[in-house]
């Protein structure tokens, strides 16, 4: 015993957060240089003897630790800061927790503050911009869309690309975030490299966003209501030709048609004299003024649309008991016609502590969506409908009805001209009745077990039940609005999908000495089961009665599918002295999925941390407060590959003998039954800076990541009566560096902090199949090559370098025999003197060269502001609206800047745009550089305004808080782009559908950045108030 | 499993079948198996003969028909009319895919049945029509594409890197030996129960046109002489009776691919393909594909009933206005279901038919009577008669021509009829298309000779 102790006297105090008044539970009060100490009790009290002239320590995990001397108080009363910036904050890992300081991989963690004001339904789509490294872009604005996030670059050609989501410990593929109500999230944490990943075994490859749900604290109940209304609006329209120059178009169009299809024809030549294809209305030519401006169809589909949030949560606890009881109801009107998005979700957490060895805890949660959903399919969906349509049309014609394709309209003379275009766009909102219902529910049931002191076993089940059904009515000749006049048709799909997960694991967490210990081992075994039915009827007798009752069925189907799994699992975290780290893990999963020569794989990791600022020759320099250096190797899986894959699958072929109809089997893909996993192994370094007091933060890291076993859809030659074999064998790289900055400007009544992030990854493929023969998928035009030494997906195509002038022009460089005045300029890349298809080229990638994000954040009492820039540099766009818009097309509307096309040798336009024609001969339909656009922008993403009414005002009401937020999303985008918005892509992250048995087609994932017409991302302002009780 | 929680699955739980889907593990061992199979096999006619197939779009490539228009990448359809493809063009590439694709559902079952332990007969009957399909397909492929990598089973990615273009003659002989097995081994028409089998007949009609593509004359002679002699088939006696939907796998057909109108079953869609995009009174969908050519309709001589049977002249819109697009009506279903705003069309498509034979008889004999079949059958008066129009088709060789125009019109001869009788390039050129020797093959796919550039193009492209 120390002598001194003896000697010492009684002190007291109370520890207070010094940003919220209330008492701190547990906070550790240690006199300094001894292990003397205790903690705070549940009203923050504390008593304890200390020596004279003793220091003490204040420490708590979330706050910025304290030292006081005591001097001659006997109180000792202290307010500690809390510090999200702390090295002692926690961040969620797989299977478990770990200290900031003890990190070793690559994570980012992000807390509910930080999204808590953003309105957003699907918390991933709130920190874009924000996570170096991860790429978060919203591909359609339609509400409720999930954004495509990618983690440090693509990864895979032909798998999936979704990075794993994690849930209260699920871990999901293609899991729709939507079904979360963000406020009930506590924290998001996306683990970047390969060996945060590798815990996660084949899974792991594209990252992993583990999501946390809040559990109550120990303390008094808080009750917390919100509500937010929000206004949504398209602000950034398409600028399309108006009916006047409409006209022009189509009659220059026929009529360079019409003269260039053989000698002595001019453009005089009255319909009579012409085949159908050249003819033009003669209200074109006679009276083309009765159309004025016309029609502003994108006017027609966009609307201002409100939304309404409402959510009220319960949470708090006892030592033994904690709780968290939420509801929320979000009702939002899109800004596309008809479409809503409802969603209704309840969540009830508990946690109960049984005996000082036990405890259990139960997660349940429910979400309901109902929505509608048109114009994200792009093409002659409603969004690039309403682009494409002609604007000399009325929305509505004289009898109510919606087409020129009304035989008793007048509009009908029109229907003579085939090539006139309005498949109106209310014809898919207005006719089309229809409505998606989705109902998700997930659980967890978890039971901790302290076997023996530092030896805790925990057993879960999770379970995941998602059921949606849709509905559809198409009404009867849909008012002629339609491409053709079709019958009542009536569509029901249902679909089923149950994912249960039993999880075991033993983790052990000792102190010896110097020497810090966590092991862990755990044991996993996962199945989901998808099933799908549909079916569809027609022969309606009237648009009365639209279930199918009504009609009489005549198509249907059901499809099941399933995968399993199995997991080992472990992993070991050594420290010295809390300041030199160690990491390594291992995990083993077999798969239903792979192939039976490949059933199992191992996915090894180790990671170093050395804490440089702890060391003696660092702790007197006062500059730096954190320097922390880490490095990591591990090797992560990506197993999004079809449910049957490595199976040869036999597929229906019937065929009919005279009327009997016959059955047919024929294989439908070539079996392989190697198929497996692709493996992606990444080397990361990473440093932590922090400097001045912890005022400026700063995380730079730079990582190579190979995959390989690259899964293709090798091309075959298709001798094979194959195209491809889902084989792996490719190999591609991604290297990349990041940078965060974050940075505490001003502190004090005034506080000013500023966020930064820059992101670059470089993407190459290093191998393909047999020869490595590249990769060419063209879809509509638009053609994505893949081949070695380049990044995935160049677009590739033609040069055009304007329009030829005159004769003059042509006869002095290489040119296609076809071309005459006013054709564009193809440029003969391989200077052999010709324009073959050999002078294709690269034209653009995706991919940006970096992108970036700032966010400033200021507070003066209650008021706070704060604004975030985002930004791309250096991709290119694909606009296949340009199929529609940028070139002659069957009549439809085009972009305002087409009608500066060439006309004539005197006026030949804008150098851009070569003259129209119904019957081009040359590549003037080819996919070319006239179709690629810089994709670069920068976005005004977030501007938000809040204000905490002050204590005093509240002290006689029954309010603990209150604030009221204005909160703008996509305030203002700076872009060149033609369409709506550069993050627009038309086709998706590649993913597989569950009930699909094997792949075929293109991995939409190889399109991206192909924008056929998406939805528009509005710009979203809400007014909200949160109050606590 | 979850009740053995804490103690493990057994590995089975990773050993999932597919639910909706059959396994090719266990298949291709039975009779019923090869039923199955074999009528897959068939089933590869709907894509071989489909509207928008290759054979369809060598009347793009002849006099018959074009274009306006249409659904879909314009550039590459128009393409074949204007003779100016790219070795990029889709349309030729899907084509290389849907032919390979048939050849293997064909290797397949002649490859799995040689060691099925299935009676001999029935062997050797299911081998003689894949063997007559295979031939078929060959046929057609060598005249598109000239020199072809010959398969004959099931090959691996690896084994099919090997495979080259092999010459004409080989790609001929092979056709020979499959169509002479099956003309052997197939039983008569009349033999025949289910319809739509190929027959002994089909076989030697098309090995007649194997024989006189080959300008072996004597050859195609005799056989096309044993199906005449075998009586199994005559001429319907009206023209226009061998086009109405009901009448299937008549006297005249010789080989005829079966379609089953409506929902669920394998309709046909040469009606809607053909008929002019978004017309809105002839069908709820309109392809637009083989719209006639005015030189097509022109052919006909005046009287000569089978122009009405084979084309519309246009159609008269919902408000009256007539359309004059012409497109062929051959394969026309007014009371076909419609689901989805497709047709579902009942018609059969005839591959092979008597006056073919007949045709060709007089092609192979230089006897005009055969000729003459034909056009009695037409009410038209016979080659060497008064009336005949002897100042347009002075020889038997132009009328012989001119007749398989008219009376096998848009039924996808034409192109072939022309490059057999070496009278593509002056007849196509006459009507100003830009036609050179080689663009008479159309050109190995650019995809195909990435993935094995030791594939050789064909030259001109």
């Not at chain 2, 034979?357 to 016979?382: I, K, S, Y």
């Amino acid at each position: 015993v120390d002598f001194a102790f003896a000697q010492g006297r009684a002190i007291s105090g109370k520890v207070t957060s010094k940003e919220e008044g209330g008492a701190l539970p547990g906070v550790s009060v240690l006199v300094k240089g001894t292990t003397n100490g205790t903690i705070t009790n549940t009203d923050g009290n504390y008593q304890l003897n200390v020596p004279d002239n003793a220091t003490l320590v204040f420490s708590f995990i979330g706050f910025t630790s304290q030292e006081v001397a005591v001097g001659n108080r006997t109180t000792v009363d202290v307010a500690l800061l809390p510090d999200a910036k702390a090295l002692s904050e926690v961040v969620v890992i797989g299977y478990g927790t770990q200290t900031k300081r003890a990190v070793t991989g690559s994570v980012a963690s992000v807390g509910y503050d930080k999204f808590k004001d953003r309105s957003f339904s699907n918390v991933t789509q709130a920190l874009a911009g924000e996570l170096p490294g991860v790429n978060i872009t919203q591909a359609q604005g339609a509400p409720g869309q999930s954004p495509i996030i990618r983690i440090r670059g693509i990864s895979s050609i032909t798998a999936g690309t979704n990075p794993l989501y994690v849930v209260d410990g699920l871990p999901m593929e293609n899991f729709n975030l939507n079904n979360i109500n963000p406020q009930d999230i506590e924290s998001v944490e996306v683990l970047k490299d390969a060996s945060s990943a590798a815990i996660y075994g084949s899974r792991g490859a594209n990252g992993v966003v583990i999501i946390t749900t809040k559990l109550g604290k120990v303390g008094k109940t808080s009750i917390n209501a919100s509500y937010e209304f929000g206004q949504q609006e398209v602000t950034r329209k398409i600028d399309l030709m108006d009916a006047q120059q409409f006209v022009n178009y189509y009659v220059d169009a026929h009529n360079n048609a019409w003269t260039a299809s053989g000698p002595g024809r001019l453009a005089s030549d009255p319909n009579s004299v012409r085949p159908t294809q050249f003819r033009i209305p003669e209200d074109f030519v006679t009276n083309p003024q009765q159309f004025g401006k016309g029609t502003d169809w994108q006017d027609v589909m966009y609307r201002t649309a409100p939304s309404h949030n409402t959510q009220l949560s319960v949470s708090g606890g006892t030592d033994k008991t904690q709780f968290l009881f939420s509801g929320a109801y979000l009702n939002q009107e899109a800004v596309l016609d008809r479409n809503y998005y409802k969603r209704l979700s309840l969540r009830t957490n508990i946690k109960q502590t049984i005996s000082e060895k036990i405890a259990i805890g139960v997660n349940l949660a429910f979400t309901g969506i109902y929505d509608r959903t048109d114009g994200t399919q792009g093409k002659s969906d409603v969004v690039s409908l309403g682009v494409q349509s002609d604007p000399i049309f009325p929305v509505y014609n004289e009898l109510g009805n919606l087409g020129f394709k009304d035989p008793n309209s007048t509009w009908y003379r029109f229907a003579t001209y085939t090539d006139l275009q309005l498949w109106h766009p209310y014809s898919l909102t207005r006719e089309i009745a229809k409505q998606n219902k989705s109902f998700n529910t997930m659980g967890t049931a978890y039971l901790e077990y302290n076997i023996i002191k530092d030896l805790k076993f925990r057993t879960s089940i999770n379970g995941n039940l998602y059921n949606t059904r849709y509905n559809a009515y198409q009404n009867k000749d849909m008012k002629f609005g339609y491409s053709s006049a079709l019958a009542a048709r009536g569509d029901v799909n249902n679909s089923f999908m149950l994912n249960w997960l039993t999880e075991n694991t033993l983790t052990y967490d000792r102190h010896f000495g110097s020497h810090g210990v966590t092991a862990l081992v755990g044991y996993t075994a996962q199945k989901q089961r998808d099933e799908y039915s549909s079916v569809t009827a027609g022969n309606f007798p009237n648009d009365l009665v639209q279930t199918l009752n009504a009609g009489t069925v005549n198509g249907g189907t059901s499809l099941a599918s399933e995968w399993s799994m199995l997991s080992y699992l472990a992993r070991v975290n050594y420290n010295f002295l809390d300041r030199y780290f160690l990491t390594g893990t291992i995990r083993r999963d077999g798969s239903s999925r792979f192939g039976t020569n490949t059933k199992w794989g191992y996915f090894p990791s180790v990671s170093a941390g050395w804490l440089v600022s702890d060391e003696n020759f660092l702790k007197n320099v006062t500059l730096i407060n954190n320097l922390k250096l880490r490095a990591s190797y591990g090797v992560a899986g990506n197993n999004q590959i079809p449910n049957y894959g490595p199976i040869g699958l036999l597929g229906n072929q019937n065929y009919v003998y005279g009327n009997n109809l016959a059955n047919g089997l024929n294989v439908t893909n070539i079996a392989n039954q190697d198929l497996k996993w692709e493996k992606t192994t990444q080397l990361n370094f990473g440093v932590d800076v922090g400097l001045l007091s912890n005022r400026l933060n700063l995380t730079a890291e730079v990582y190579s990541s190979t995959t390989n076993d690259l899964l293709l859809f090798v091309p075959v030659p298709d001798l094979t009566g194959f195209s491809t074999q889902l084989t792996n064998i490719g190999k591609m790289r991604n290297r990349g560096f990041e940078f965060g900055l974050n940075s505490r400007n001003l502190v004090g009544n005034f506080n000013w902090t500023t966020d930064f992030n820059l992101s670059v990854n470089r993407n190459k493929v290093l191998q393909l199949g047999p020869g490595n023969a590249p990769i060419v998928y063209t879809d509509f035009v638009v053609t994505v090559k893949t081949e070695v030494g380049q990044p995935l997906s160049n677009y590739y195509g033609y040069v055009f370098d304007g329009v030829y002038k005159n004769q003059a022009e042509i006869d002095a460089s290489p040119h296609d025999p076809t071309t005459t005045p006013g054709d564009p300029i193809v440029r003969d890349v391989n200077g052999d003197g010709k324009i073959t298809e050999a002078d294709r080229t690269t034209i653009g990638n995706y991919q940006p060269n970096f992108t970036s994000g700032l966010t400033n954040s200021f507070s003066y009492k209650g008021v706070e502001l704060s604004f975030m820039l985002q930004g791309s540099f250096g991709g290119e766009i694909a606009n296949q609206l340009i199929r529609y818009n940028g070139i002659w097309n069957g009549g439809r509307n085009a972009y305002a800047e087409v009608a500066n096309y060439w006309k004539s040798e005197s006026e030949p336009g804008d150098g851009k745009h070569f003259k129209p024609t119904v019957a081009p001969k040359g590549l003037q339909e080819k996919f070319s550089s006239y179709w690629v656009e810089d994709g670069s922008f920068v976005r005004i993403k977030n501007v938000r305004v809040s204000y905490a009414l002050p204590s005093n005002l509240l002290t006689r009401l029954p309010v603990k808080s209150a604030r009221i937020f204005l909160n703008a999303e996509n305030v203002h985008l700076f872009s060149k782009y033609l369409n709506y918005d550069p993050e627009n892509t038309t086709y998706p992250a590649t993913t597989y559908s569950p009930t699909a048995t094997s792949a075929s087609g293109i991995p939409s994932g190889t399109m991206l950045g192909v924008d056929y017409g998406s939805y528009p991302v509005p710009r979203i302002v809400t007014l909200g108030a949160r109050f606590e009780f | 499993c979850l009740s053995v929680m804490a103690f493990g699955c057994k590995e089975d739980f990773l050993e999932l079948a597919p639910i909706s889907n059959s396994n090719a593990n266990n298949f291709y061992k039975t009779r019923e198996d090869f039923d199955l199979a074999s009528n897959a096999a068939y089933a590869t006619l709907y894509t071989v003969y489909a509207p928008e197939s290759s054979v369809s779009y060598t009347e793009q490539l002849s006099d018959n028909a074009t274009l306006y228009n249409v659904a879909g990448i314009q550039a590459d359809r128009w393409a074949f009319k204007d003779y100016s493809l790219r070795t990029s063009n889709v349309e030729v590439y899907r084509f290389w895919q849907e032919n390979y694709r048939a050849l293997f559902s064909i290797n397949i079952v002649l490859d799995k049945i040689e060691t099925a332990s299935v009676d001999e007969a029935y062997k050797e009957q299911v081998k003689a029509q894949m063997r007559f399909l295979r031939g078929l397909y060959y046929f057609n492929m060598v005249q598109l594409w000239g020199d072809l990598p010959l398969v004959t089973k099931p090959l691996s990615a690896e084994e099919s890197y090997k495979v080259l273009r092999s010459p004409v003659a080989d790609v001929y002989k092979l056709i020979t030996e499959d169509l002479e097995y099956a003309a052997e081994k197939l039983p008569l028409a009349s033999a025949i129960t289910a319809p739509g089998k190929a027959s002994k007949g089909a076989a030697q009609t098309l090995l007649g046109k194997v024989y006189l593509t080959q300008k072996n004359k004597t050859a195609a002679a005799q056989i096309l002489q044993e199906v005449v002699n075998s009586k199994q088939y005559e001429l319907l006696p009206s023209y226009a009776s061998l086009w109405v939907v009901t009448n299937k796998n008549t006297k005249e057909s010789i080989f005829e691919i079966q379609y089953k109108g409506g929902a669920g079953n394998p309709y046909s869609n040469y009606w809607t393909a053909f008929a002019p995009t978004e017309n809105f009174v002839l069908t709820q969908f309109g392809g637009g594909m083989n719209q006639v050519t005015d030189d097509l309709y022109n052919e006909y001589e005046p009287g000569d009933p089978r122009r009405d049977a084979s084309i519309s002249t246009g159609y008269t819109n919902k408000v009256g206005t007539f359309i004059p697009i012409k497109f062929p009506i051959k394969w026309m279903d007014r009371t076909a279901q419609v689901v989805g705003g497709r047709e579902l069309s009942n018609n059969n498509f005839m591959v092979l038919r008597y006056a073919d034979v007949l045709l060709m008889l007089a092609e192979a004999t230089g006897d005009a009577n055969f000729l003459n079949q034909v056009r009695t059958r037409a009410g038209l008066p016979a080659f060497g008669a008064a009336g005949y129009p002897t100042d347009k088709y002075p020889t038997l060789e132009l009328a012989i021509e001119h007749e398989r125009r008219v009376e096998l019109a848009l039924e996808f001869h034409r192109w072939f009829d022309l490059k057999r009788t070496d009278r593509a390039l002056p007849v196509l050129t006459a009507k100003g298309k830009a036609v050179t020797p080689q663009k008479l093959l159309i050109p190995i796919p650019e995809i195909v000779r990435q993935q094995n550039p030791a594939i050789a193009q064909n030259e001109g492209y």
